[in-house]
């Protein structure tokens, strides 16, 4: 029997599946019928303790009973921080729901430090903009459900003046290269090549199942509020970095993720973290982690390394076929990561809440960026406001407080359900003309209204990073109205 299908019987994933896998082998050797391989398992996995003299699967009732024991010792009493972890906000307008669930995050054991972005808002867990640090520990749900969702955009040398001149030709261009919504893909000889596929997709089973999957959901960009859009880029002054002097320029943008096959890996190991930790009360459930020195901590650990670099290559072919479309080159590129977890190292404050520049320590962490945009000193990053607002490439400027993070986005201030009850598409589609925007498809609850004000938030937070240049989207695509979202 293969892993997954042991796995969907009861045992645990691991060294358990290994030692059935074995044992199987075996009994199958000595002339048990393989017909029979399923039957004979089910009443050891149920009730082991009847089984332990079994002459095939004695050895395999033991160690079911053995882990039973471990679970049942090690998680019946949940004993959090004395004090909770530090932790510091941005902004000041920010829904009491998110900030409840940071106070709730910085009381878990293993949590260090904690920061809260200008843009946060209610998310499972770990709010959306919360930054957390561990322990030697990773919340999949405080790394989030679209693993290593992704912002990138690259700039083109066809010149900005393109979008008046032949608009037509660039959204022909977005349109004949990308997909949205659950479960898009390409299919035949349009399916796209990248070498993220020769990397060792073995490293859990649900990657090793969703491989193929995953391989014809390579240049899209799934829904909620995931966009590919071209717009103008505008440098006041030259940016280094990037080898652009000040001007405007045709730059591409793109949000987007590990699609279904991240989706999976998020599933799969939350569910897993919640079962290790039945002694989590109600609230906290969902910052369930998994310790990085178990089996299960490290499966998770290197899928979601493998997420990352699926999103990014995910990206690489958004914006690589757009261009070839268009006969153009990639100029320049900025590109960043949220909804991802990193070992750093980081200032520490003392469990007593101690001044951290005199009483902390320098240590590694794992830092847990839920809807949150690496800020260290220099780093590059892009921050989007809506589809009819700018976004922003800025440069970190690496403050320990935040955990050398910022915010990833301009912040919903509404849900889904009431942005439908509250907007209509004439009025939207007024602003839209007023700003020089074609949409191109969209649901109604991802119009501008439902965000909060970009410019706002970005002066919330202009101890965390600076701007660089200024993004205005102009012709914008993200998935059709009624599509449930992914984000």
Not at 107 to 117: D, N, Q, S, W
Not at 150 to 162: E, H, I, Q
Not at 459 to 473: N, Y
């Amino acid at each position: 029997m293969k892993p997954r299908e042991l796995q969907n019987l009861g045992i645990p994933k691991g060294e358990l599946v290994k030692l059935a896998g074995r044992l199987i082998a075996q009994a199958l050797q000595h002339g048990m019928p393989k017909a029979q391989t399923r039957d004979r398992l089910k009443p050891i996995i149920k009730t082991p303790g009847e089984f332990i003299d079994d002459h095939d699967f004695g050895e395999l009732a033991k160690a079911l009973i053995a882990t039973k024991d471990a679970q049942r010792d090690s998680h019946n009493v949940y004993i959090e921080r004395d004090t909770p972890a530090p932790w510091r906000q941005w902004g000041q307008d920010l829904e009491p729901q998110s900030v409840e669930q940071m106070v709730n995050a910085c009381h878990l054991p293993i949590a260090m430090a904690g920061a809260l972005m200008p843009d946060a808002h209610l998310g499972y867990g770990l709010p959306i903009g919360g930054v957390l640090a561990t322990d030697n520990a990773i919340i999949p749900y405080a790394v989030g459900v679209d693993i290593a969702c992704r912002m990138k955009m690259t700039v083109l040398n066809l010149g900005a003046n393109l979008i008046k001149a032949e608009p037509d030709r660039l959204a022909n261009a977005i349109e004949s290269e990308t997909r949205f919504g659950i479960g898009s893909r390409f299919q035949g000889n349009q399916i796209r090549e990248h070498h993220v596929l020769d990397q060792d997709w073995s490293v859990s089973s649900i990657t090793e199942y969703n491989k193929d999957k995953a391989w014809t959901q390579l240049g899209t960009s799934g829904s909620g509020n995931h966009f590919v859009e071209f717009g103008v880029l505008t440098l006041e002054q030259p940016a280094t970095e990037l080898g652009l002097k000040e001007g405007q320029y045709l730059a591409l943008l793109s949000h987007s993720g590990s699609r279904g096959c991240g989706a999976q890996v998020a599933n799969h190991y939350s569910k897993l973290a919640m079962s290790l930790h039945p002694e989590l009360p109600k609230h906290l459930k969902h910052l369930a982690w998994l310790d990085l020195d178990s089996e299960a901590g490290n499966e998770y650990w290197l899928a979601m390394n493998l997420m990352g670099d699926y999103a990014q290559a995910n990206h690489d072919m958004i914006h690589k076929h757009i261009a070839q479309t268009l006969k153009a080159d990639i100029v320049a590129e900025v590109e960043n990561h949220h909804n991802f977890a990193w070992k750093e190292v980081h200032l520490v404050p003392p469990p007593d809440g101690s001044d951290p520049e005199t009483q902390g320590e320098r240590r590694e962490v794992i830092v847990h960026r839920k809807g949150a945009t690496p800020a260290g000193d220099g780093v590059l990053g892009v921050i989007p406001g809506s589809m009819a607002d700018p976004a922003y490439i800025v440069r970190g400027k690496g403050c320990e407080a935040s955990l050398r993070s910022a915010s990833h986005g301009a912040g919903r201030i509404m849900s889904r359900t009431k942005a439908k009850q509250s907007f209509t598409w004439s009025s939207v589609n007024k602003l839209l003309k007023e700003r020089g925007v074609t949409l191109l498809s969209a649901g109604i609850d991802e119009v501008p209204g439902v965000y909060k004000n970009i410019d706002e938030v970005m002066a919330q937070q202009s101890d965390l990073v600076e701007i660089v240049a200024r993004f205005d989207p102009k012709i914008v695509k993200m998935a059709q109205a009624g599509e449930r979202p992914e984000d």
